[in-house]
């Protein structure tokens, strides 16, 4: 990736006191980090929604003390199992002073995290933050609790150094991010001519970075999940009787699955590899730039080999191609020891993740008329059937759009190297749906380490990712600004 002269970062005179202040208070930044993850948000279920509600009460209370006027907005009612009803979360709409000759940036986050207990095999309490050898370690700390801290640390660091705004802010923030953000998309649909009508830009940090070296997202891929339901006998049967007389539901199932997915990696039901755009010298010269090391990532992992045998070929697999993961089996004898149950139903369970050009709704009926079909070949008469869920569009972003300009300046700012262009292998819907439903630009631009372990028993941030990536926003505010007033005459060449 290359800038041009013109697209070099600007004067950063001015940032100095901003990066100072950030220097002098990050013990009061890592603190308040402390009090956000001690607050158990977990929105797996809605038994503990009245935690996820408190820390966005939390969030809300710090943007209005900062001075934003604040909107909890509805999303509805969630349907549960048993046909109860309950309200969710709020999502929040926030906004600061507006200047209608600003450029206005939309930031979203979101505050609910994955489930954690210490007992899963966590070194520390997870709602602890614990502060080892530089890293903070604590459920929601880079997932994504962190760096919506560090954008409403940025605009508190212009407010206390008495510099004005650069640019107009808008937050979105969202407590049911880890559960499929549902009501969103339908908030950012009826908003769109009103809380999103005057947004230039929308930023999302919500992702980490592929190697040791600062990144910008431009791309994501989406996902389906799959149920693969086969039913048999009416009851579980024992095997020494019926061994070898009856069709069994999980040799059936195996059956089934293994017809997905070759030796390889490569899917086999037919017509999803054909949807797969090529790839084009300029892409591939995006992945020869990035400092991926196969030898370093197999040791982090315990993976003995990989698929692939170069650097660029693990990437792609990993961000520009699908792939198909088995998850599980519902159903199947999990107890320790020998067992002999032939078990009456078992549900197997698998994803895709996809890529651009794959339609959810075309992938759903590509993977049930496979299923079908070799299920027919079975001539078992067991009873098969197939469902599917989430159905999430991947995105991806174009690089000749100026706010990556803006990434780019505020990373060489703050970092003294370009930024990675990278692409993330996991699903984040909310890139797609604000891009399709307001129109507007969107980037991802992460701050969290490549060993950040969101999800994990071992979440941290790093200390110096947490107090840099705070000045990686504020730098981003000025460099958006400096870009917005000169936009005819900037250009990215990729």
């Given at each position: 990736m290359f800038l041009s002269a013109a697209s070099r970062p600007s004067s950063t005179s001015s940032l100095d006191s901003l990066f100072q202040y950030i220097e002098e208070h990050q013990d009061e930044f890592v603190q308040k980090l402390g009090e956000w993850v001690s607050v158990q948000s977990d929105s797996s279920t809605p038994a503990l929604w009245g935690e996820v509600e408190r820390v966005l009460s939390m969030t809300a209370d710090r943007i209005t003390a900062?001075?934003?006027?604040?909107?909890?907005?509805?999303?509805?009612?969630?349907?549960?199992?048993?046909?109860?009803?309950v309200r969710r979360p709020p999502v929040i709409l926030a906004q600061f002073h507006m200047d209608p000759e600003k450029a206005t940036l939309c930031i979203y986050g979101h505050v609910d995290v994955q489930p954690a207990k210490k007992e899963d095999g966590w070194d520390t309490d997870p709602y602890t933050l614990t502060e080892l050898n530089g890293n903070l370690y604590g459920r929601g700390a880079t997932d994504n609790k962190g760096p919506v801290l560090a954008w409403l640390h940025a605009i508190e660091t212009y407010q206390a150094t008495s510099q004005e705004l650069p640019v107009n802010i808008k937050l979105i923030i969202e407590g049911l991010e880890e559960v499929g953000s549902d009501g969103l998309e339908e908030l950012t649909q009826?908003?769109?001519?009103?809380?999103?009508?005057?947004?230039?830009?929308?930023?999302i940090s919500d992702n980490v970075w592929a190697t040791r070296r600062p990144a910008l997202t431009y791309g994501t891929r989406g996902s389906s999940y799959f149920f693969v339901e086969v039913e048999g006998p009416k009851t579980d049967l024992h095997s020494g009787v019926f061994g070898g007389s009856v069709h069994e539901p999980m040799m059936d199932l195996i059956a089934l699955l293994d017809s997905l997915l070759g030796h390889t990696g490569k899917i086999l039901v037919p017509g999803l590899n054909e949807m797969v755009a090529p790839v084009t010298k300029e892409e591939r010269k995006l992945y020869e730039g990035i400092h991926f090391d196969l030898e370093e990532t197999k040791l982090e992992t315990g993976v003995q080999r990989f698929l692939q045998?170069?650097?660029?070929?693990?990437?792609?697999?990993?961000?520009?191609?699908p792939s198909l993961s088995i998850h599980g089996i519902e159903g199947a004898?999990?107890?320790?020891?020998?067992?002999?149950?032939?078990?009456?139903?078992?549900?197997?369970k698998f994803s895709i993740r996809l890529v651009p050009h794959m339609e959810p709704a075309t992938v759903e009926r590509q993977v049930k008329e496979h299923l079908h079909g070799v299920f027919a070949q079975l001539n078992s008469p067991n009873r098969l059937r197939v469902t599917s869920s989430v159905g999430a569009w991947p995105?991806?972003?174009?690089?000749?759009?100026?706010?990556?300009?803006?990434?780019?300046?505020?990373?060489?700012?703050?970092?003294?190297?370009?930024?990675?262009?990278?692409?993330?292998?996991?699903?984040?819907?909310?890139?797609?749906?604000?891009?399709?439903?307001?129109?507007?630009?969107?980037?991802m631009l992460p701050i969290g380490g490549h060993d950040d372990g969101e999800h994990s028993q071992k979440e941290k941030i790093s200390r110096y990712n947490f107090i840099q990536g705070t000045k990686l926003f504020v730098a981003y505010f000025h460099e958006l600004s400096m870009l917005h007033k000169s936009l005819p005459q900037i250009q990215c060449n990729i």
């Open positions: 900062m001075g934003g006027v604040v909107e909890r907005a509805d999303i509805g009612a969630q349907q549960l199992p048993g046909g109860q009803s009826r908003c769109k001519d009103s809380f999103f009508s005057d947004v230039d830009y929308i930023v045998d170069s650097k660029e070929g693990v990437l792609m697999a990993r961000w520009r191609y004898v999990s107890i320790q020891g020998p067992q002999t149950v032939i078990p009456k139903q078992v549900v197997g995105w991806l972003a174009d690089l000749k759009d100026p706010q990556y300009v803006a990434g780019c300046r505020a990373v060489e700012v703050v970092f003294g190297v370009e930024p990675e262009l990278i692409r993330e292998g996991s699903t984040i819907p909310i890139a797609h749906d604000f891009h399709k439903v307001t129109g507007k630009s969107v980037m």
